[in-house]
């Protein structure tokens, strides 16, 4: 099945969230041949922005068309694949990683859609996503299945050589095909294994959905595994409810080209006047935003944002 376009322009009726300091893990390419060593990035002082793409409809370079009129610094510095499945297999009741035509076209084409954006500095990670089975990352019923899960997430960023895996527990559809319904370990199962099998690569949490409220189980809280989190209402300010610094979250999020210019400002004005050190946008398409992406690299940076198809 097709990743479900994320059609969530939130408003602030809705309950109005992570982002660590950038891991610095080593990137291998398919077949354990190293990249290309990234070539220093511009300095840049400011949060570290975040750009999630539908890649069913744009690519993923779009992230490294972006950079700051003001010193050359990349405007992004994680651009997420949107988005990998979590799906259930009804014949051998497990669940397993599935990348649909259009995520399956960009990881097997790493080197011309994944290494440019690594090359310039710009970390890539695999977003992971419910996608109406039954199948979720908070309904595993033994550390056995979830460790299993988080196996086949890091071998996929170990074989196409990405810099992580990104947590969204949305569309899973938790009892359907008579799976569990959500329970207090499976998360922090699936968590703890798999920080063990990547302790140096990005784990971020898109703070939603049964997952996202349970982080600890046994006297074990996993919040401090993850590099970021950040709130996933666009257009709103939420902090995400986990135990991490101002740094590492991103209360204000926006739909590029669908929240106005002026929230987009106004929220990433918050985002430095309260000290947070993340900055979420969605749906970065392949026009020229520089626009919508000016009215947040103004306020984060002091800078417009240059785009350069």
Do not use: C
Request: charged fraction near 15%.
């Amino acid at each position: 099945m097709s990743n479900p376009v994320r059609s969530r322009v939130r408003t602030a009726a809705l309950a109005l969230a992570a982002v660590a300091a950038l891991a610095l893990g080593t990137t291998t390419t398919t077949g354990a041949t190293a990249a290309p060593a990234p070539s220093p990035a511009a300095a840049k002082q400011g949060p570290t922005s975040v750009a999630y793409i539908e890649v069913n409809n744009n690519s993923m370079l779009n992230a490294g068309k972006y950079t700051l009129a003001d010193g050359g610094g990349n405007v992004f510095d994680v651009a997420v694949i949107f988005a990998a499945n979590i799906n259930y297999d009804t014949g051998s009741k497990k669940a397993y990683l599935h990348f649909n035509e259009n995520v399956q076209r960009v990881l097997d084409n790493a080197a011309t859609e994944i290494r440019p954006l690594q090359r310039k500095g710009i970390k890539v990670v695999l977003s992971v996503l419910g996608n109406h089975q039954g199948a979720g990352f908070a309904n595993f019923t033994s550390q056995q299945t979830a460790s299993a899960f988080a196996k086949e997430m890091s071998d996929a960023v170990a074989e196409y050589g990405l810099d992580g895996i990104d947590f969204d527990d949305e569309y899973a559809e938790y009892g359907k095909n008579g799976t569990a319904q959500p329970n207090d370990s499976s998360f922090v199962h699936l968590v703890t294994a798999l920080r063990a099998n990547m302790p140096d690569k990005i784990i971020s949490l898109y703070n939603i959905g049964p997952a996202a409220s349970r982080l600890s189980y046994g006297g074990v809280d996993v919040s401090s595994k993850f590099d970021y989190a950040w709130n996933p209402y666009y257009g709103t300010w939420q902090v995400p409810g986990i135990g991490l610094p101002k740094s590492r979250l991103s209360p204000a999020a926006v739909e590029i080209g669908r929240t106005s210019q002026s929230t987009v400002a106004s929220l990433a004005r918050r985002t430095v006047g309260e000290g947070y050190g993340v900055y979420l946008t969605y749906n970065l398409d392949g026009s020229d935003r520089s626009a919508d992406v000016s009215a947040f690299t103004r306020e984060l940076y002091g800078s417009d944002a240059v785009y350069t198809p």
